[in-house]
């Protein structure tokens, strides 16, 4: 319902809110995975230099805290990367409308 009248938000009457489309679907279904999630099958990646303890777990807490630190930073430099650009096209902006 792209287009349609906006309405009026319950909570807020000044706020007037447009109406969306929805999918009746949640988006990894959408995205073309299926419907049948009682076919589904976890995709389970396993890492053969772990030695499984008694109890049958093989999870290292020190990788575990190392790929969560590299995942970290990993972010932290994309995201300071994205702000730097994001900060030149402003200022290309800027520069265009006194100019």
Same mark, same amino acid.
């Given at each position: 319902?792209?287009? @349609? @009248?906006?309405? %009026?938000?319950?909570?807020?009457?000044?706020?007037?809110?447009?109406? $969306? @489309? $929805?999918? %009746? $679907?949640? &988006?990894?279904?959408?995205?073309?995975?299926?419907?049948?999630? %009682? @076919?589904?099958?976890?995709? +389970?990646?396993?890492?053969?230099?772990?030695?499984?303890?008694?109890?049958?777990?093989? +999870?290292?807490?020190? =990788?575990?805290? =190392?790929?969560? *630190?590299?995942?970290?930073?990993?972010?932290?430099?994309?995201?300071?990367?994205?702000?730097? &650009?994001? &900060?030149? +096209?402003? *200022?290309?902006?800027?520069?265009?409308?006194?100019?």
């Amino acid at each position: 319902m792209i287009g @349609a @009248a906006p309405e %009026r938000h319950p909570a807020w009457p000044g706020l007037v809110r447009a109406r $969306r @489309a $929805r999918s %009746r $679907r949640p &988006q990894s279904l959408a995205s073309g995975a299926g419907t049948n999630l %009682r @076919a589904a099958v976890p995709n +389970v990646i396993n890492a053969p230099d772990l030695v499984a303890k008694n109890d049958g777990n093989n +999870v290292s807490i020190d =990788r575990e805290s =190392r790929l969560l *630190s590299e995942t970290a930073l990993r972010f932290n430099l994309a995201s300071s990367l994205l702000r730097g &650009q994001i &900060q030149l +096209v402003r *200022s290309a902006i800027k520069e265009g409308r006194t100019g």
